[in-house]
């Protein structure tokens, strides 16, 4: 966190940081190497369904070869009834999908991300 605050206004200044909103965005495909989403859709479950959590992680994966997710928990500190869902119909479209231990708790108990790739 403290490399990525430190880091941003030069970021902004460079174009390296840019607004975008999902499930749309305006990169190339395979733009990236890796594609993180950090405290959004998990985390915010009760206020964005599933077919926008579909969405999301499906163009994430047009654009990074990677996507990694976290937190899996709700704000409510429940795991979110979305992760099982994305996994299965991500491996069903033939990705692969982990959830992996992570070394910090950002809530109580989220301790987990998910990869797909």
Do not use: C
């Not at 990525?4 to 975008?20: K, N, P």
């Not at 409510?76 to 990705?95: C, I, N, R």
Request: aromatic content about 12%; proline content about 3%; charged content about 25%.
């Amino acid at each position: 966190m403290n490399l990525f605050l430190d880091d941003y206004d030069t970021g902004m200044a460079e174009g390296r940081y840019q607004y975008q909103q999902l499930p749309t965005l305006s990169f190339a495909d395979q733009s990236f190497d890796l594609a993180l989403v950090s405290h959004l859709l998990d985390l915010y479950s009760a206020h964005l369904s599933e077919d926008i959590h579909l969405q999301s992680i499906r163009e994430l994966l047009r654009v990074a070869r990677e996507v990694r997710i976290f937190p899996l928990l709700t704000l409510t500190g429940e795991l979110s009834p979305y992760v099982a869902k994305v996994e299965k119909q991500f491996t069903d479209w033939g990705y692969e999908s982990e959830r992996l231990m992570v070394p910090y708790e950002f809530q109580k108990g989220s301790n987990q991300m998910l990869r797909i790739k």
